[in-house]
């Protein structure tokens, strides 16, 4: 499994490839659980490139969510192939936490500014 970390105006964001799974899971705990210790508030996981998650996978995202909320934060979970929605689905996932289309959309919980400046901008290019 490969992790990319990025930071886009204070909300961590990690892009997993690969497979999250029980030889991969400690340390993309490690991960999270290093920068909610740092004192990151808000975080995205991007599953655009992830091609399977079992349940020790499953365990960390959960984890990871209930330690920032822990401490008044927010994880947002997009770009979900089918699949791993399913699972996300199946095991109630889906309503512990939220999951959204793309990483835009992700972005846009974080600020909401940003969202009804998209709006406004979409909605002065359709007038002109």
């Known amino acids: 499994m490969e ?3 990025e930071n886009q105006g204070g909300i961590n ?3 997993i ?3 999250l799974d029980s030889n991969t899971s400690q340390g993309f705990e490690d991960k999270l659980i290093q ?3 740092d004192g990151s508030k808000s975080m995205i996981i991007d599953f655009k490139n992830l091609d399977y998650i079992s349940s020790a996978g499953l365990r960390v995202i959960l984890k990871a969510a209930k330690a920032l909320k822990h401490e008044d934060g927010k ?3 997009c770009d979900m192939q089918d699949y791993v929605k399913e ?3 199946i095991s109630g996932f889906d309503s512990l936490m939220p999951i959204v289309g ?3 959309d992700a972005l846009d919980a974080f600020s909401p500014n940003r969202s009804l400046a998209g709006k406004i901008k979409r909605d002065y290019e359709s007038v002109g």
């Open 3 to 5: 992790i990319i970390e």
């Open 13 to 15: 964001i990690y892009k």
């Open 17 to 19: 490839n690969g497979h």
């Open 35 to 37: 920068a909610i210790d």
């Open 75 to 77: 994880i947002m979970l």
């Open 87 to 89: 699972i996300f689905e």
């Open 102 to 104: 793309s990483m835009g």
